[in-house]
């Protein structure tokens, strides 16, 4: 019976053997366990990062405003720009605008009757020149005055010339010696009643309209 049996007798010592040896066997060290410290996110939210192309908001800035030196090449603008909608906007204190026309009365120089009248000063032509009764004083006057007032330049001596015959009742010549004049007082006076006189002169002679000057009466 031994003999029919041996081979599971070997089979019983061989698995014996095996568990034995598992066993005896040395155990391998184990591997420490590694404990992460849980890091919570900061509540702050992070700013969104713009694109290049994009235009940021200004950020406030904390120096004074007291300074006098300009802002002009700084990248924000402390001034709002009027709009037509604003309470009290006018168009001609907005820096775009340039208002080429004088602000004042051109004629004031020639016509001061609202100067005093006081010659104490000695000042020449006298303040009071403009009352002068006799027509060649007057005239002396005028050109004197017109000298002190713009230099002494060709136009100022076209504009007496034209006054002096004016003082005393010459005609004027032709439409091309009015028109010479109208140049002149247009040039020391820039009104726009001579621009348009003299516009309309020019058309007339353009369509060859006959113009006849009548005798001026002295005042």
């Known amino acids: 019976m031994l003999t029919r049996n041996w081979h599971w007798i070997l089979a019983a010592f061989v698995v014996?053997?095996?568990g034995g040896f598992q066993i005896l066997r040395p155990k391998e060290p184990l591997e420490p366990i590694k404990i992460y410290k849980t890091v919570m996110p900061d509540p702050k939210p992070i700013p969104?990062?713009?694109?290049?192309?994009?235009?940021a908001s200004p950020a406030p800035h904390g120096h004074s405003h007291d300074h006098p030196h300009p802002h002009d090449t700084a990248p924000h603008s402390h001034a709002t720009e009027p709009t037509t909608t604003s309470e009290g906007y006018d168009w001609r204190d907005d820096s775009g605008f340039d208002l080429s026309f004088p602000q004042n009365d051109p004629w004031a120089g020639i016509y001061p009757e609202d100067e005093p009248t006081?010659?104490?000063?000695?000042?020449?032509?006298?303040?009071?020149?403009?009352?002068?009764?006799?027509?060649?004083?007057?005239?002396?006057?005028?050109?004197?005055?017109?000298?002190?007032?713009?230099g002494d330049i060709p136009e100022v001596h076209t504009f007496v010339a034209y006054e002096e015959k004016r003082k005393f009742g010459i005609p004027v010549k032709d439409a091309g010696e009015y028109m010479e004049f109208l140049k002149?007082?247009?040039?020391?006076?820039?009104?726009?009643?001579?621009?348009?006189?003299?516009?309309?002169?020019?058309?007339?002679?353009?369509?060859?309209?006959?113009?006849?000057?009548?005798?001026?009466?002295?005042?």
């Open 118 to 150: 006081d010659n104490a000063d000695g000042t020449y032509p006298p303040r009071d020149w403009y009352k002068t009764a006799d027509p060649a004083l007057y005239i002396e006057y005028l050109e004197a005055q017109l000298i002190k007032q713009f």
């Open 184 to 219: 002149v007082q247009y040039a020391l006076w820039p009104m726009e009643e001579t621009r348009k006189t003299l516009e309309t002169l020019e058309k007339r002679i353009a369509e060859g309209t006959n113009i006849v000057f009548r005798s001026v009466e002295a005042p």
């Open 48 to 55: 969104a990062q713009t694109n290049e192309n994009e235009t």
């Open 16 to 18: 014996i053997g095996i």
